[in-house]
């Protein structure tokens, strides 16, 4: 993905948290089964997304420079997620279960981003203090993204492959 400014690899990630809280919250005021599966899809797609360039790129490139238990943390917790995302990529508003499961969805999601947010020793911060040159980094982690959204507008995505669940 072409830009005239440089990507920074933690803005980009953080920016993709801060849309599905947006989307979240959407969610949680919305009324109509419709807007629901609607805000579903798009928080399925974006967290399919976000976790796969994670995992492809950003966790590898910081894995041998900060502790190696926090991105083994993270790659668990992408797992729980993408076990309600492949869930509800295929749910529908008026199946049992369906707001909880978006909720609990929501609170791992909320609980994965402050461990990665995490003042001074979450995986940003510690990324931040290595030699990983962040834009360069960042410029790898939109290509990914841009391609996997242009897949995504064609047909949808398949499920989210879980790294350390057996399925």
Same mark, same amino acid.
């Given at each position: 993905?072409?830009?005239?400014?440089?990507?920074? @690899?933690?803005? *980009? *990630?953080?920016?993709?948290?801060?849309? /599905? !809280?947006?989307?979240?919250?959407?969610? !949680? $005021?919305?009324?109509?089964?419709?807007?629901?599966?609607?805000?579903?899809?798009?928080?399925?797609? @974006?967290?399919?997304?976000?976790?796969?360039?994670?995992?492809?790129?950003?966790?590898?490139?910081?894995?041998? $420079?900060?502790?190696? @238990?926090? /991105?083994?943390?993270?790659?668990?917790?992408?797992? =729980?997620?993408?076990? #309600?995302?492949? !869930?509800?990529?295929?749910?529908?508003?008026? !199946?049992?279960?369906?707001? +909880?499961?978006?909720?609990?969805?929501?609170?791992?999601?909320?609980?994965? /981003?402050?461990?990665?947010?995490? #003042? *001074?020793? =979450?995986?940003?911060?510690?990324?931040?203090?290595?030699?990983?040159?962040?834009? /360069? *980094? =960042?410029? $790898?982690?939109?290509?990914?993204?841009?391609?996997?959204? +242009?897949? @995504?507008? $064609?047909?949808?995505?398949?499920? +989210?492959?879980?790294?350390?669940?057996?399925?």
């Amino acid at each position: 993905m072409a830009s005239d400014q440089p990507i920074d @690899a933690i803005e *980009l *990630l953080k920016a993709d948290h801060r849309k /599905v !809280d947006d989307l979240f919250e959407q969610f !949680d $005021k919305a009324r109509r089964s419709d807007t629901k599966a609607r805000l579903v899809e798009q928080i399925c797609m @974006a967290l399919k997304i976000h976790t796969q360039i994670e995992e492809e790129i950003f966790y590898p490139a910081i894995r041998p $420079k900060i502790d190696d @238990a926090l /991105v083994d943390e993270g790659i668990v917790e992408h797992d =729980g997620a993408k076990m #309600w995302i492949n !869930d509800l990529s295929n749910a529908k508003p008026t !199946d049992p279960f369906y707001d +909880a499961k978006v909720k609990v969805l929501s609170e791992d999601i909320k609980h994965h /981003v402050q461990e990665e947010e995490r #003042w *001074l020793r =979450g995986i940003f911060a510690q990324s931040r203090r290595t030699d990983i040159d962040m834009e /360069v *980094l =960042g410029e $790898k982690l939109a290509s990914r993204k841009a391609e996997l959204e +242009a897949k @995504a507008e $064609k047909s949808k995505l398949p499920r +989210a492959k879980m790294a350390t669940v057996s399925s």
